[in-house]
Structures are given as C-alpha cells and as structure tokens.
C-alpha cells in the first residue's frame, strides 16, 4: 500500500474516471517511481526498465525520482522516497520470485488484479506459453500500454489486457479474455486489499476460489496494522513532502488475516513478514519510515480435493 493515496481529494469507493495525474491515477506512478529508484541502485532487487517511462509520459505534478542518486532520495535516507523505494523494491522482488517460481513448476496461467503500472508481462523472463492476464479500468490499461508500445518494450509471454472493474464482474471479462478455470492460475493481489472494506475482500477471495483449479497459487499483501500503517506513511510523506489522505482511503474494519481466510477455505497458506524477507535479500527494514514492519505477504497453494496436508 505504500504511498498510495497521494492526492487529498481521492476517497474510498470514489466512481471517479481514472487520470494519471491526479485522482488514484497518481499513485500508480508512485509506486513507479520507487521502481525506478530502485532499479538505478548499485545491487538493485529488481530492474523496472520501464517505470521511469511511466514518469516521464505523465509529468506528475508532484516531484517523484526516478533515480536513486536524485537529492529527494539521497536527502532523507530513512524516510520519504528512500524509504518507500526500499519496501517496493522487497514486495516486488518477492513477487517476482514467487510469480516465476509458479511458472517454472509449471503454472502457464497468471492473473495480476488491479495491475496499475505493474510492468511484470515485459520485464520478467517467463516460460514459453506463458498467458498473463491483468485486470485494471480500461483507462489504466490504455495509458500503460500506450506509452509501452510507443516505445518499444517487448514481453515473453501471451499477455491479455482485461479491462474490468474489480467492484463488477470481472470473472466474466476473466474468462472472455480466455481465461480457464480448469488449468492452475498464480494470482497476486498486491497493493489492493487496503482499499477494499471487508465484505469486498470477502468477496474477492470466495471469487478467486471459485475460478482456481487445485494447484493453484495465491500472493497477497496484506495490512496486519493498519494504523501502524498509515502512521508510518504519514511520516515519510511529511519527508517527502507529499499530500497523503491515505487514511481516507483504506479501510480499517476488522477481517480476519488472509492466511487464516484461505486456510478455512482449503488453501495450504502461510504468512511472511516483509521484514524478514527484506534480511533474506540482505536489505533491512527495520529502521525505516516504512508500512512495511505493519505488513504481512501471505502465500497459499489449493490442494487437489483429498490430497494430505502439509
């Protein structure tokens, strides 16, 4: 959830068409930006090539690096933008880890939800036959893919854009799109569940259930704290000099943790926190103005009906 909610007037549940410059459109780029700081380092965790572009076509309004060695990043080591990239560069290199650890057991089908700018169709080396869905607003989409053809990113896989609306049907545009509900899919839901109340979320994980065929995955990121959260947003914004009102956009009604949710339904889930993934990578956490010590990744695999359980 880091950084999301740059702009003051977006609110929960907000109808509002999607513009890359203000709005929700905004804090896509800045999860860009933290990409692109990250992807300039020395020892990077993953290399966005492509998020710097994002940037660059849209002009936000409010700075946002796309280097590690800009003064926004290098003047505020433990706070602001260095502090956000480093999260973003955790939750994304253990998505990437998991996503492709998926493909190569054999999972020829991946559904990113609300995929935003996520860049992973482009920059990952997937399987050969590899399909990866990505549902987000046709508006999303549109500009993403927009400024990727304009300059020339290729990808290796079979990518199919869905453009839906998570608060719709979107398993009806899933399947239109050719998804198949009888083949293993690795879905990942990161940076969504914050802004879903609870009834949606519910929602949400009874829908992924239904369209998964034993062997499929789940990645999810979740808010363990959400008001630890949000304060430690609020203090790196104040570094950063950003306008947050990310406590008029998450939602904080109690839920249970999404493990424990798949768990009941028959996933075989567990919980890791980013902090001890961070020390995996050999990067720490721990003393950063950063949501990440308030955050849970959950990973879940469905078993085939009867099959023993780990």
Do not use: N
Not at 80 to 107: K, N, P
Not at 148 to 164: E, I, N, Q, S, Y
């Amino acid at each position: 959830m880091w950084l999301e909610g740059l702009v003051d007037g977006v609110r929960r549940g907000s109808t509002d068409e999607w513009d890359i410059v203000s709005g929700v459109g905004i804090t896509a780029l800045a999860v860009a930006s933290g990409r692109a700081i990250e992807s300039t380092r020395p020892d990077p965790l993953i290399v966005d090539p492509y998020a710097a572009w994002f940037l660059a076509e849209a002009q936000p309004p409010v700075p946002m690096p796309d280097s590690a060695d800009d003064p926004e990043v290098t003047g505020s080591p433990q706070g602001g933008w260095a502090a956000a990239s480093r999260y973003i560069a955790v939750r994304s290199r253990a998505f990437d880890d998991y996503l492709q650890d998926a493909a190569r057991s054999g999972i020829g089908q991946v559904v990113i939800l609300a995929s935003g700018l996520d860049t992973r169709a482009h920059r990952l080396d997937w399987p050969q036959g590899t399909t990866v869905f990505e549902i987000d607003q046709p508006a999303v989409l549109d500009f993403k893919l927009r400024v990727l053809r304009d300059r020339g990113a290729r990808r290796a896989c079979v990518h199919r854009p869905v453009p839906a609306d998570l608060r719709e049907d979107w398993a009806a545009a899933l399947r239109e799109a050719g998804f198949d509900r009888t083949r293993p899919t690795a879905w990942l839901a990161e940076g969504l569940l914050p802004y879903l109340p609870a009834d949606a979320e519910e929602r949400l994980f009874a829908e992924i259930h239904r369209l998964s065929a034993p062997g499929s995955r789940l990645a999810v990121e979740q808010v363990q704290e959400v008001e630890g959260a949000v304060a430690a947003t609020a203090r790196a914004s104040r570094h950063a000099d950003l306008r947050i009102g990310i406590s008029q956009l998450v939602h904080a009604d109690p839920r249970p943790p999404a493990d424990h949710r798949l768990s009941a339904m028959g996933w075989q889930a567990e919980s890791v926190s980013p902090v001890d993934t961070a020390a995996r990578y050999g990067r720490d956490l721990t003393t950063d103005s950063s949501p990440g010590r308030h955050i849970r990744h959950a990973f879940a695999h469905l078993p085939a009906p009867g099959a023993q359980r780990l």
